[in-house]
């Protein structure tokens, strides 16, 4: 008698989510024919279903039993596959969960390692629609950061306070590297860009955290008497170790690169925290530097964004009971302080309160008007027996000015949120309210025009705020002069003149 061979769904139940052409395969592994094998393969019942808006190669569609969709071992065996087969969507992946599975939405197009438009390639855009319809990934506005693309939440769990860390730490990265670049000769000031708020550096078909022209000999061209410079490009991951999966987006963005006919000559690299060995050997067997914060900054730098990630993550801890980390982190961070002073105010301004205010503070307290869904990132909340106040920080150079935009964001957006919030906790309700603006930066006059007359007529609450002059006296009571000293150091002067 012959041997019954297993249905499809048979098939799929034991083995999980497969392709069309993993089934097709199994069959022949049983004994039939490929026509044979085709054939029994597209032979489904109703119970399996089959995944839209995805395309595999050569026509292979994933297949799953009803009710599968969404679980576990669904994302598991679709991410496999992706990867597997190396699908432009899976290159996409490989960008997420190199940065822990989250990422800014405005930072897509460097993260998908994919183009805006290439022939015979998929754009960003595309990819992005086609990962959200099969909800593997999603859109998360989170305050204080913006938009951002996240892996489902039944693919990965990821940290807000270790993503805040973790952008701080990557923008001062890409600073360190452009300077890097530039004292080395791989590019000049004036031409190499950096990934910032309104600026995504592209070179060809495609985006990476840093970009500028190199007129090293090795990579300049020459024709008919001028000069061609070469390009070096660079994207920089933050925040653990990567693995060969985490780099394959990056390598097949460089490989797409070198297909294009008439390109010139250009340097990719990778900065991360480390790679494995197998990373690696694949990185470098493409020509691609693969570089840690120790290779090019030294040990004590590495060592020092190591402590900087953890500091970030425990900012009112830090503020309270360890302030002179803060001055140590920016003497071990020498040279990159003036991409610090933003990050690491709030905890001086913690700091300033806690010793000259009564009360128990809060450093990067997120909260939300239930009533609307909206939230609002509390930089600084010092909250006593009589009064509740709220501290909004902007940590500055000194020829940096505040504008009337960000005062009027924070009052007339921010403070409303805050305080909806706040009512819907009975230990605030019998709390005066005060908000408070705190810079180290110069007020444009508008501003403080602005400031003065809403402080008239505002009656439900109050509003104050502090400049750098303010701010340096608040300091100067302190008997331990250490804040005092950090401000003049690194706020009052930019160190580098």
């Known amino acids: 008698m012959a041997k019954t061979l297993p249905s499809v769904v048979d098939l799929l139940q034991e083995h999980g989510p497969l392709l069309s052409s993993d089934v097709s395969r199994m069959y022949r592994e049983m004994g039939l024919s490929d026509s044979a094998a ?64 989250i990422c800014l939405a405005k930072d897509w197009p460097i993260v998908s390692s994919a183009p805006e438009k290439q022939k015979g390639h998929l754009s960003h855009s595309r990819i992005l629609d086609g990962l959200k319809q099969a909800k593997l990934v999603q859109e998360v506005d989170i305050t204080g950061i913006g938009l951002c693309l996240a892996l489902s939440d039944r693919i990965v769990s990821w940290n807000s306070a270790h993503f805040r860390a973790r952008l701080t730490i990557e923008h001062v990265l890409r600073a360190a590297v452009r300077d890097w670049a530039i004292r080395l000769g791989w590019s000049s000031k004036g031409a190499i860009q950096i990934a910032e708020e309104d600026t995504l550096p592209k070179f060809s078909t495609m985006n990476f955290d840093l970009v500028g022209p190199c007129y090293l000999n090795a990579l300049i061209t020459r024709s008919k008497g001028t000069v061609k410079p070469g390009f070096f490009v660079c994207d920089v991951v933050f925040g653990g170790t990567l693995q060969v999966e ?41 020509g691609i530097v693969a ?97 509740l106040v709220c501290y909004e920080c ?4 000194p020829d940096v000015r505040v504008t009337l935009e960000e005062v009027k964001y924070w009052l007339e957006k921010q403070v409303p949120i805050m305080r909806a919030a706040h009512n819907n906790e009975l230990r605030f309700h019998n709390l005066t309210e005060r908000f408070e603006f705190w810079t180290t930066g110069q007020f444009d006059p508008d501003v403080i025009a602005y400031l003065e007359d809403r402080q008239k007529n505002i009656r439900k609450y109050q509003i104050a705020w502090q400049g750098p002059d303010e701010v340096l006296t608040v300091a100067a009571k302190l008997k331990n002069k250490t804040m005092h000293r950090l401000l003049k150091r690194f706020y009052r002067k930019d160190p580098l003149a």
């Open 246 to 286: 985490h780099v394959a987006g990056f390598v097949k963005k460089i490989g797409n690169l070198k297909a294009l006919r008439n390109l010139g000559r250009f340097q990719p690299m990778i900065l991360a925290d480390a790679f494995t060995e197998d990373a690696l050997m694949v990185l470098r067997a493409q």
């Open 394 to 397: 902007k940590g500055h150079g």
């Open 38 to 101: 085709r054939q029994r393969a597209n032979r489904r019942s109703d119970e399996v279903k089959q995944l839209y808006g995805l395309p595999f190669p050569r026509g292979a569609r994933f297949l799953y039993v009803e009710g599968e969709f969404g679980d576990a071992r669904f994302y598991s065996a679709l991410i496999v596959r992706l990867q597997e087969t190396g699908s432009a969507y899976g290159a996409a992946l490989s960008g997420l969960f190199a940065r822990n599975g």
């Open 291 to 387: 570089a840690t914060p120790e290779s090019l900054f030294g040990r004590q730098v590495a060592a020092a964004l190591a402590e900087l990630l953890r500091v970030l993550q425990k900012s009112a801890e830090i503020a309270i009971g360890n302030p002179e980390k803060i001055e140590e982190l920016f003497d071990q961070l020498a040279g990159l302080e003036g991409n610090l002073r933003g990050a690491l105010f709030e905890m001086i301004v913690g700091h300033l309160v806690r010793m000259t205010q009564p009360g128990s503070i809060d450093v990067g307290e997120l909260v939300t008007d239930f009533a609307t869904k909206s939230k609002a990132d509390i930089d600084v909340r010092n909250v006593s027996e009589t009064e």
